[in-house]
């Protein structure tokens, strides 16, 4: 049983086709392994989370009722590639499970849809977000090396509170990113396999190796994606994690919440006005 699905070209070299989609089980089973094992974990052993005591925010950062955490055109990406998302995990892995429709070209425009998000995203992120937020910093660095400690039993101080982005996330962006970008960028060279909007269709680009290879890893990043959106999903579902989820919704979060999970001196919220529940602007 091969990873790979083989053929053979007409000059009879054998060439990778796409995976074995025996990987779509694969991923999903993975996926749901994460859930049952993650809330057992959670459920059963976990102890209750503990930071270090920061210092005290300054009277004149007083933080407002509604921290604001997603800009409006934040918030039109996620939903927006989130749908794309979904779309192209369903047209691609349905028909490959034996359900059978014109799959390719619902396909094709998520994947036009997804790719112009991304752009977008590229763009926002790094000229009007800050762009370092969701990278791990050496705070993070330092402080995951203090909760494996802990979790062993062996003594080390207790962790900081978060900056915007827990590590977990910020893992799960890079993850998420190198999966996205691979499916990304392999997809833009398939649609010249398909009758698109865009370019004539031009089989004759690659070789037949260069076209497999294209073919296997756009399978890969696909299949990878199953199980990253998954554990997305089951993440943005947990009770304890619905204050973030709502904050994708509808943009803010509750001071509450901030105090409780993030350090005003690594996520900084700039209160424009005195009052309780008013605006404040996204550091
Ligand atoms: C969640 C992201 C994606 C997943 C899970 C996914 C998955 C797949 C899978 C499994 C196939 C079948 C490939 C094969 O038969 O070996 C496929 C085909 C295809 N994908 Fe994607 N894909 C994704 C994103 C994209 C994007 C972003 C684009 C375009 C930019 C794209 C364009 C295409 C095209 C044109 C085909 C048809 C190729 C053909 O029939 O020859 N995909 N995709």
Known sequence: MGFLEWATDPWGLTV???IAWFLIWIAVIAGLLFFMVHAAYVRYFAKPRQFATGAPPSPESAIPARVPRHSLAARLFHWIMAAAMLTLLFTAFLPKLGVQFPWVTYHWIAGAVLTASVVFHIFHASFWLDFWSIWPDRIDMTDAYHRVLRFMGRPAPLPRKFAKYPLENKLYHGAIMAAGLAAVATGAFMMFRVRTIFFPRNPYLFSDMTWGMIYVLHGLAGVGLIALIMVHIYFGIRPEKQPITK????GWMS???YV???DPQRWVINSVTS?????ATEA
């Open 16 to 18: 990778p086709i796409h």
């Open 247 to 250: 904050s994708m919704i509808f």
């Open 255 to 257: 001071r509450d919440f």
């Open 260 to 262: 409780e999970e993030h």
């Open 275 to 279: 009052s309780s529940d008013s605006t």
